[in-house]
């Protein structure tokens, strides 16, 4: 089964003026955001989501690390992190928070970052 990734969405937020002082150097925040078709979607209630968060989750770590690293340069230049998932009407908040809280999901950005710890 592979992931069906409808679309990818990058934002980039550059702030000059925060609370009316100039920023010594500005803060540049980024996100970058998948959207995809759950699989998990109009099935009622599943007793293991396991079997496609193994092969979807990987996927989208990869492709989400990369487009991140390509807007920033390099895992060097980010200095935090932060990740979040919302589902439709038609699922489950655990389908798409099963998705990012695996290392299947987090290991491809914490190798790309040179992080030494798991990221919750």
């Known amino acids: 089964m592979k992931p069906a990734i409808r679309k990818i969405v990058t934002y980039i937020e550059n702030t ?3 609370g009316g002082k100039e920023a010594p150097k500005p803060l540049r925040l980024i996100s970058v ?3 995809l078709t759950n699989p998990w979607a109009g099935r009622g209630f599943t007793d293991d989501l396991s079997p496609e ?3 979807i989750a990987p ?3 990869e492709l ?5 690293i390509a807007v920033a340069g390099s ?3 980010i200095e935090g992190y932060g990740k979040a998932a919302v589902c439709g009407t038609a699922g489950e908040i655990e389908h798409a928070s ?3 809280h695996t290392l299947h999901f987090g290991n491809h950005y914490r190798r790309a970052v040179g992080a030494k710890t798991y990221l919750a």
């Open 53 to 55: 968060i193994r092969v």
């Open 64 to 68: 989400l690390t990369r487009e991140i």
């Open 75 to 77: 895992g060097e230049a």
């Open 98 to 100: 099963a998705l990012i």
């Open 59 to 61: 996927v989208l770590g």
């Open 16 to 18: 000059l003026i925060e």
């Open 33 to 35: 955001a998948a959207v």
